[in-house]
């Protein structure tokens, strides 16, 4: 899933903030690319200089944590689980979230990759600021055995594996860049049950409804044991998480529109303010100040 980087009247990221360099980077050993490897855990929301210089590509795996991304003054919100392409010649502010951060970047000439490139210039996309800066969610239906492979690689310094990787990289680019632009913190799996995905469907239709799992149960037919234990073992979280993930989502829209915190918690479902703002800083690491104002649909 993709993220349109949408025009914007927008002074600054935020407040000015010192820019930190990543806590721990890591360069693989590599012959074609160039591979780097960032962790840490930071206290307080951050910012870091972003460069692709011309004649180069970068794919940023963006494993754990959350940003924002500013280009003049068009925006961009990157959940975690994305990937990020940057095509050449691109200068960017990213402003990181609190919490922890695990980012995986691979920058290579994109000469290596010519076929791509004449892809890119054949459709246009080098024309097209909307593409400039591309994502996606690696757990979106059929990239996540990309998404995984190209992490595996990475960590290979062999060139039979550099040349592998590079053909993962390409469907994967190309995938980026054809994805439909919008946020998701709730995917609906591919390969999840009918019965799943039916009511994985109504809550995303209606995520401020009082969706207790006894009446999730109902409306699949299971029992709450049965669909808790399946819907853990499809999705890694619990039926609870997913119905908080979406309310976040339209949480989210509403922030974009200036709407007050107190109304926002009413209209999604939560029951104060304050439990709204842990929401959103648990799932995208940034309070409402920070995301106010910020157009990212």
Same mark, same amino acid.
């Given at each position: 899933?993709?993220?349109?980087?949408?025009?914007?009247?927008?002074?600054?990221?935020?407040?000015?903030?010192?820019?930190?360099?990543?806590?721990?980077?890591?360069?693989?050993?590599?012959?074609?690319?160039?591979?780097?490897?960032?962790?840490?855990?930071?206290?307080?929301?951050?910012?870091?200089?972003?460069?692709?210089?011309?004649?180069?590509? &970068?794919?940023?795996?963006?494993?754990?944590?959350?940003?924002?991304? &500013?280009?003049?003054?068009?925006?961009?919100?990157?959940?975690?689980?994305?990937?990020?392409?940057?095509?050449?010649?691109?200068?960017?502010?990213?402003?990181?979230?609190? %919490?922890?951060?695990?980012?995986?970047?691979?920058?290579?000439?994109?000469?290596?990759?010519? %076929?791509?490139?004449?892809?890119?210039?054949?459709?246009?996309?080098?024309?097209?600021?909307?593409?400039?800066?591309?994502? /996606?969610? %690696?757990?979106?239906?059929?990239?996540?055995?990309?998404?995984?492979?190209?992490?595996? $690689?990475?960590?290979?310094?062999?060139?039979?594996?550099?040349?592998?990787?590079?053909?993962?990289?390409?469907?994967?680019?190309?995938?980026?860049?054809?994805?439909?632009?919008?946020?998701?913190? +709730?995917?609906?799996?591919?390969?999840? !049950?009918?019965?799943? &995905? =039916?009511?994985? @469907?109504?809550?995303?239709?209606?995520?401020? =409804?009082?969706?207790?799992?006894?009446?999730? +149960?109902?409306?699949?037919?299971?029992?709450?044991?049965?669909?808790?234990?399946?819907?853990?073992?499809?999705?890694?979280? %619990?039926?609870?998480?997913?119905?908080?993930? /979406?309310?976040?989502?339209? +949480?989210? @829209?509403?922030? /974009?529109?200036?709407?007050?915190? *107190?109304?926002?918690?009413?209209? /999604?479902?939560?029951?104060? +303010?304050?439990?709204?703002? *842990?929401?959103?800083?648990?799932?995208?690491?940034?309070? !409402?100040?920070? $995301?106010?104002?910020?157009?990212?649909?």
């Amino acid at each position: 899933m993709s993220t349109n980087v949408i025009k914007k009247t927008y002074k600054t990221i935020h407040n000015p903030l010192r820019q930190t360099s990543y806590q721990d980077s890591e360069k693989l050993k590599s012959r074609l690319l160039d591979i780097q490897f960032h962790q840490g855990k930071q206290s307080s929301v951050w910012f870091k200089k972003l460069n692709n210089s011309a004649g180069s590509f &970068k794919l940023m795996i963006m494993n754990k944590g959350s940003a924002i991304l &500013k280009q003049n003054d068009s925006i961009a919100m990157i959940p975690e689980n994305s990937i990020l392409f940057l095509q050449s010649g691109i200068d960017l502010e990213m402003q990181l979230s609190r %919490g922890d951060y695990s980012i995986y970047e691979i920058t290579w000439d994109s000469a290596i990759t010519i %076929g791509l490139s004449r892809w890119i210039s054949k459709t246009h996309l080098e024309d097209s600021e909307q593409h400039k800066v591309t994502f /996606c969610q %690696g757990d979106h239906p059929g990239l996540m055995d990309i998404y995984k492979k190209v992490i595996e $690689l990475s960590k290979n310094n062999d060139i039979d594996s550099e040349v592998v990787l590079l053909g993962y990289m390409h469907e994967l680019v190309m995938n980026t860049c054809q994805s439909r632009n919008q946020i998701q913190l +709730a995917i609906i799996p591919e390969n999840a !049950p009918l019965f799943i &995905k =039916r009511l994985l @469907k109504q809550v995303k239709k209606n995520p401020t =409804r009082n969706w207790s799992l006894k009446d999730a +149960a109902a409306y699949v037919g299971y029992s709450s044991y049965h669909l808790s234990r399946s819907f853990r073992n499809i999705m890694d979280y %619990g039926f609870p998480e997913f119905v908080d993930r /979406c309310r976040i989502e339209v +949480a989210i @829209k509403y922030l /974009c529109e200036g709407k007050s915190i *107190e109304q926002i918690a009413s209209f /999604c479902g939560y029951c104060s +303010a304050h439990v709204f703002r *842990e929401s959103l800083k648990k799932y995208t690491g940034f309070l !409402p100040s920070e $995301l106010r104002g910020v157009n990212i649909y």
